[in-house]
């Protein structure tokens, strides 16, 4: 079955330094891979994706990802953290068959402390 | 540009009692989905329209649960008798069925508190 992990439930980071959130996942195909942030009181915004093509791919607010098949990884980094950067963040998996619904991991807290 | 909206934000409702909610999605986006996140965990797939059509539904989706799209423009997902289980954060997202179809946009989510 399709499934995503993200093995950190919490992560502390402090602000200005590097970040990096791990996902793995199980899937049959070629995935396609999500990184989604979602902040207190909001929706899921979505931070970068992966197709096809550059396994590293760039996404909003300076974060980038790295997609390394062998692993069935796809972890997200930041060189830099914010403060405004604390929030919650998902990976996911698709597309689910027909209807490209999406796999979500359980999600990894970020705290960063000044 | 609106994104996806949500109504209500927060429902409180006693255990039995229906509630039913709202989402808007983007205007040019024909597909709709709906899920669930419990504390704790990432959202779960409920369910997906493209236009009025309800095209497929999880297993998450019990009878208590109905969902329609009329006309392919907003959608409501209903539950019934509900029970303390159903507390969640139930989430809108729509996109479209085009090159970009596999982004979707997420609602700010309608959090449900049974009680």
């Known amino acids: 079955a399709q499934s995503v992990t993200q093995p950190d439930i919490h992560i502390t980071v402090s602000e200005g330094a590097s970040l990096e959130l791990r996902c793995n996942y199980s899937y049959g195909a070629t995935p396609y891979l999500f990184w989604y942030v979602q902040s207190p009181g909001q929706g899921l915004q979505l931070l970068l994706k992966?197709?096809?093509?550059?396994?590293l791919v760039q996404g909003i607010k300076g974060f980038e990802a790295e997609f390394k098949r062998s692993q069935s990884s796809f972890n997200l980094r930041k060189p830099s953290v914010h403060w405004s950067d604390a929030a919650e963040y998902f990976c996911?998996?698709?597309?689910?068959?027909?209807?490209?619904?999406?796999?979500f991991g359980a999600g990894t807290i970020l705290r960063v402390k000044s | 540009d609106t994104g996806v909206s949500q109504d209500p934000r927060h429902k409180i409702t006693k255990r039995g009692q229906n509630v039913t909610f709202r989402c808007d999605p983007i205007s040019e986006h024909n597909r709709l989905y709906w899920y669930r996140q419990t504390l704790g965990q990432g959202p779960e797939f409920l369910t997906y329209?493209?236009?009025?059509?309800?095209?497929?539904k999880s297993r998450l989706l019990s009878d208590r649960f109905s969902a329609e799209r009329p006309k392919g423009s907003f959608s409501t997902l209903e539950i019934q008798r509900t029970e303390q289980g159903d507390s969640a954060m139930y989430l809108c997202a729509s996109s479209s069925s085009g090159l970009d179809s596999y982004e979707q946009y997420f609602g700010p989510g309608t959090r449900l508190t049974v009680t």
């Open positions: 992966y197709f096809s093509g550059d396994t």
């Open positions: 996911a998996v698709g597309p689910m068959e027909y209807g490209n619904k999406l796999v």
């Open positions: 329209f493209q236009n009025e059509a309800q095209l497929e």
